[in-house]
């Protein structure tokens, strides 16, 4: 059984940064691409990143292009979010989430398993 758990997520002021991080178990982690969804209250789920799943290949969303950045670690079935310039806008429950391939993926019919995930709130 696949299980992501999301982490790191808290309180930062606009222009700060914050790094999450998401631990998968119960897959053979280098197979697939990871990504990184958003909801904002009030708003559709969104995607934020993906990365492949040999790490080669990223993207992003245009609102985050530039600010925040994906990676993984493949010997420690991690993947994680470096945020950084950080906007009031940016305040959602994060979402990690694992594809059902190993490229890249921006749809989310194209994610199989998600985490819980983990709140980010940017406020002054």
């Known amino acids: 059984q696949v299980q992501l758990v999301e982490s790191g997520g808290g309180l930062v002021q606009p222009g700060g940064s914050l790094k999450l991080s998401c631990a998968a178990s119960g897959l053979t982690f280098g197979s697939y691409a990871m990504g990184w969804f958003r909801q904002a209250p009030g708003k559709e789920r969104e995607f934020v990143a993906t990365i492949s799943g040999s790490g080669f290949s990223t993207s992003y969303a245009n609102f985050v292009m530039g600010r925040f950045t994906i990676s993984r670690d493949n010997a420690k079935n991690t993947v994680h979010l470096q945020m950084n310039a950080l906007k009031l806008e940016d305040t959602a429950v994060y979402f990690c989430?694992?594809?059902?391939?190993?490229?890249?993926?921006?749809?989310?019919?194209?994610?199989?398993?998600w985490g819980q995930g983990t709140q980010v709130t940017v406020s002054s």
């Open positions: 989430t694992v594809a059902n391939i190993p490229n890249t993926a921006i749809e989310e019919h194209e994610y199989a398993n």
